[in-house]
């Protein structure tokens, strides 16, 4: 299996940095090839500006998404940003690893997901039509590739639970579940979320790396979190809003996983 | 009034240029002070990194919250942190402008919350004990203040709606209003959502004038969204799970809205 993790933590000598290297050498040890995009150590640009279409017409409004689209389809991106979307096309598994910061991402992978995920590659792709509003949702280039996420927080499980004042993980997590992995194709499995990360001694630290061993060797077998496929018949085009019979009377991010 | 605008789009000449304008010269008429933080102009640094703490022991592993605290205290942060702050400090209320990019806030907006929300400033403030889980959720130095997101998307309304595709915008934006806005005191105004920004004629553009103006002429005056204060007596301290005789048997974003 050929593993990309992109990770996004700014000191190695971290819990991060060690969850980052059990997890390279156990999937190594397994026998999978592991690509990491360590984006603090490569300085990543996390910024998505005009200097990322080098060869745009100086003077003209910068329309991010159009521009996007015109450097993918012409092989004009910046260099880094072509490098990581080879690295996805190369994947069969991909893993997000980030400390959950103001209750989402760290800007620096926000950042890698805006100006990675060009048009073409990520969205605006396939065809509109009353019937089929592109290949989005459970289509797309990612289809067949598997995502995951490793998340830490310092916050206490209970404060993340469905009742807990900052909002269930699930919650939290579904815009990139949903939004950013399962929109370009992946399936989603389920995250591994450490909580509490200041209260961690050598034996919870063990049973963290337990855990996460066994997730890591069920990459490829885990059940996805079963979101419903947009032009599978389940919502209405181009409203997109789910179909009345399903879920009826709910509202909310769950009624999309069936 | 004084307001603070901090804008964060890559192109003056686009819709959400024409946007900031507009607030700018409508707040400014009517009698307000006003200063914008515009991100992209400014070439903020969006990555949150040991740079940040210039009079840090060097070669020390990098922590970034204890970092955060220490300079806090000591008056030591990046110049570009503390100017931020000061404009917090200085206003009465906080406008964040931006586009939705992959259904959150763009990075170079994200990265101005994770630098700026400095510990001791934003988190860490106030004691922790059985009944108070510090100044946060309804507490802390932003109380007293207003803020409003004006947001744009790509999408159609019917996609953000309570039954779209995408999710409901208010649980889209929960962890920005509820975990960036509220958490340090603000009292969170319902948005300003634009939406399907590709389809704007000079119709449609005053139309959007007309309900943004009436927005700000009633910046304070607009009823805030009532989550629930933390350490008001609807949360289970240290647990911050809400009281079982509080939205029984409910889960989710909505249980914070009293």
């Not at 996805?88 to 995920?117: C, H, N, S």
């Not at 060009?118 to 989005?136: I, K, L, N, Q």
Request: charged fraction near 20%; avoid cysteine.
């Amino acid at each position: 299996m050929n593993v990309l993790l992109v990770y996004a933590h700014p000191e190695p000598r971290s819990l991060n940095g060690s969850l980052r290297d059990f997890t390279v050498n156990h999937l190594q040890q397994a026998g999978h090839a592991v690509q990491v995009s360590d984006l603090y150590a490569m300085n990543w640009k996390a910024v998505l500006d005009a200097s990322d279409y080098p060869e745009r017409e100086a003077g003209a409004p910068f329309n991010p998404s159009l521009e996007s689209k015109h450097a993918f389809q012409h092989g004009t991106q910046a260099a880094d940003i072509a490098r990581e979307q080879e690295k996805l096309r190369w994947a069969d598994t991909v893993l997000l690893q980030f400390p959950l910061w103001w209750f989402a991402m760290p800007a620096i992978l926000k950042g890698w997901v805006e100006r990675v995920y060009a048009y073409g590659f990520a969205y605006g792709v396939g065809e509109h039509s009353d019937t089929h509003w592109g290949d989005r949702y459970g289509e797309g280039l990612m289809k067949g590739k598997r995502a995951m996420l490793v998340v830490t927080t310092g916050g206490w499980e209970s404060h993340y639970s469905p009742r807990g004042v900052n909002g269930p993980i699930d919650d939290l997590l579904f815009p990139i579940h949903h939004g950013i992995l399962y929109y370009p194709g992946f399936d989603v499995l389920p995250p591994f979320v450490v909580y509490r990360t200041s209260r961690m001694d050598e034996a919870r630290f063990a049973q963290v790396r337990e855990a996460l061993g066994q997730r890591l060797d069920t990459l490829g077998t885990t059940a996805p979190i079963p979101f419903r496929q947009q032009n599978g018949g389940a919502y209405e085009i181009p409203a997109l809003t789910l179909r009345a019979d399903l879920a009826p009377d709910e509202t909310g991010f769950a009624i999309h996983v069936a």
